[in-house]
């Protein structure tokens, strides 16, 4: 498997359920990130992870819980979520967390819809 | 990081050299210009980014003018699959890319 994966692609859940979202890198990079796009909306950044430091937290409701166990690895924990958290949830990675020269490899995205 | 402007959508015949715009007036000295693109319902894919001069991969070449505020993405024998929302991002330092609302590119047979 190469570059960003994530599983599953696509996900149903009521609102009282609990579930997880897992992204894997194979890149060798240091540095991952949550995205979330809502229908006819820009991406939106919600968490960075660095070497397994989080050090963006954009303002997200806690009901949504990002986990880096390591640099390969980045989960996505979700409870008690709203109709609204209904978006395209996607991961990428980068080799570094900041500098000029620094694309960010994405994955294909989660589908998740919250019923 | 500065702000984009790029035209909501654009059509290209297939075969044809497809030119999307991207205006970025505030740019500053040490601030890079990305361009991804995303299809339908799939994660936004890295296409080329540059400074100053231009620079051509094997996807794309990307033209900046001299004063740095304008940059275009030159797609050079479009097809039916480069059918695409296309972003242009400044970035400098940090590790924020701001996607915007893009230029859906759309490749007509």
């Known amino acids: 498997e190469t570059g960003v994966t994530q599983t599953p692609r696509h996900l149903v859940m009521g609102m009282t359920n609990k579930k997880s979202l897992k992204c894997e890198q194979h890149?060798?990079?240091?540095?991952m990130y949550w995205y979330k796009q809502s229908a006819k909306k820009p991406l939106e950044l919600m968490f960075v992870?660095?070497?397994?430091?989080?050090?963006e937290n954009n303002s997200v409701p806690s009901r949504f819980s990002p986990e880096c166990p390591n640099s390969s690895h980045l989960f996505l924990h979700l409870h008690t979520l709203q109709p609204e958290d209904s978006a395209l949830y996607l991961c990428?990675?980068?080799?570094?967390?900041?500098?000029?020269?620094?694309?960010?490899?994405f994955g294909p995205g989660t589908r998740l819809t919250v019923l | 990081d500065a702000k984009t402007t790029q035209p909501p959508s654009m059509d290209c015949a297939e075969g044809r050299a497809a030119n999307l715009p991207c205006n970025h007036s505030?740019?500053?000295?040490?601030?890079?210009v990305y361009w991804y693109r995303q299809i339908h319902s799939q994660g936004p894919q890295y296409i080329i980014h540059?400074?100053?001069n231009n620079e051509t991969n094997e996807m794309a070449s990307l033209i900046i003018t001299e004063d740095r505020k304008s940059s275009t993405l030159i797609l050079p024998h479009a097809t039916l699959r480069d059918t695409a929302v296309y972003y242009c991002?400044?970035?400098?330092?940090?590790?924020?890319?701001?996607f915007g609302k893009g230029t859906l590119l759309t490749v007509n047979p």
């Open positions: 990428a990675s980068s080799l570094v967390a900041g500098g000029l020269y620094n694309e960010q490899f």
């Open positions: 890149l060798g990079h240091n540095a």
């Open positions: 992870y660095s070497l397994e430091e989080r050090v």
């Open positions: 505030t740019i500053s000295g040490n601030e890079y």
């Open positions: 540059g400074l100053k």
């Open positions: 991002i400044v970035k400098g330092s940090n590790y924020k890319l701001t």
